[in-house]
């Protein structure tokens, strides 16, 4: 019988534990020489890790998960937000522009349901990266530099590349127009490529579209459901310091 060999998991450079099959590599070569996914779930929890780190989660945000969404007995508010946020996850298919807004006032939550939803999208094999929207538009400027590291070209693929992308805080930055379009061609080539946008913004709907104009407003309505709970008034981020 020919002896089994072993097969690292993309992302992987040592074996993270040991299986008798696949010795902690994910994958083995049967009898046949066919490489094949082991069912020990070590391929899954290793490239978890992989995507988790190419993620872009700030260390701030990096254990915010939907289990530790803290509310009272008896909220129905925040309680409905965490079902709608598992029920988006469990949903979430590749390929397909459905995405969310998650509207509320300014420490009401809402970062720490999309890192949650953005954790679960990763825990079933997808991509998904998060970046902060004055985080971006700072690193779009400093590309205009002589001595940048990055284009503004590349910064904006990679806002197209994951299956899912959250953009955080939309609507606190200064409405130029400059913004307005580089935020119009995020939309837009996540849109034409099919892929979801979750976007978390203190604005309403009337405040949305008047801070990021009727064409990047259109695309974002016909992309993300409007379906999702409001995020109630109070500081959640205060209620919950310790």
């Known amino acids: 019988m020919t002896s089994k060999k072993k097969a690292k ?8 534990a040991e299986c008798e099959r696949c010795r902690g590599y994910g994958h083995y070569v049967d009898e046949d020489n066919v490489a094949r996914r082991c069912d020990c779930g070590l391929y899954e929890r290793v490239r978890t890790r992989y995507l988790l780190r190419n993620s872009a989660i700030p260390p701030r945000f990096i ?18 937000i965490v079902q709608a946020a598992r029920a988006y996850a469990r949903s979430f298919k590749k390929g397909e522009a459905q995405g969310l807004l998650l509207r509320g006032g300014p420490g009401s939550g809402k970062t720490h349901v999309a890192v949650g939803i953005l954790k679960e999208v990763l825990r079933a094999g997808f991509s998904a990266h998060y970046t902060n929207f004055n985080d971006l538009l700072s690193r779009l400027r400093d590309t205009y530099n002589r001595d940048s590291p990055e284009s503004e070209g590349e ?15 939309v609507g606190a930055e200064a409405a130029t127009s400059w913004v307005r379009d580089r935020l ?26 008047a801070h990021v104009g009727d064409r990047t407003a259109s695309r974002l309505y016909e992309m993300c459901s409007q379906d999702f709970p409001l995020f109630p008034d109070q500081d959640y981020r205060r209620a919950n310091l310790r």
Not at 63 to 80: M, S
């Open 9 to 16: 998991p993309s992302g992987s450079t040592t074996a993270v």
């Open 63 to 80: 254990d915010k998960e939907l289990d530790t969404f803290k509310y009272q007995k008896g909220d129905r508010a925040r309680a409905q």
């Open 155 to 169: 910064l904006l693929a990679e806002m197209e590349e994951s299956d899912l992308l959250v953009l955080d805080d």
């Open 184 to 209: 119009y061609l995020i939309v837009n080539r996540r849109y034409e490529a099919a892929k979801a946008l979750l976007i978390t913004t203190n604005c309403d709907e009337e405040q949305l579209r």
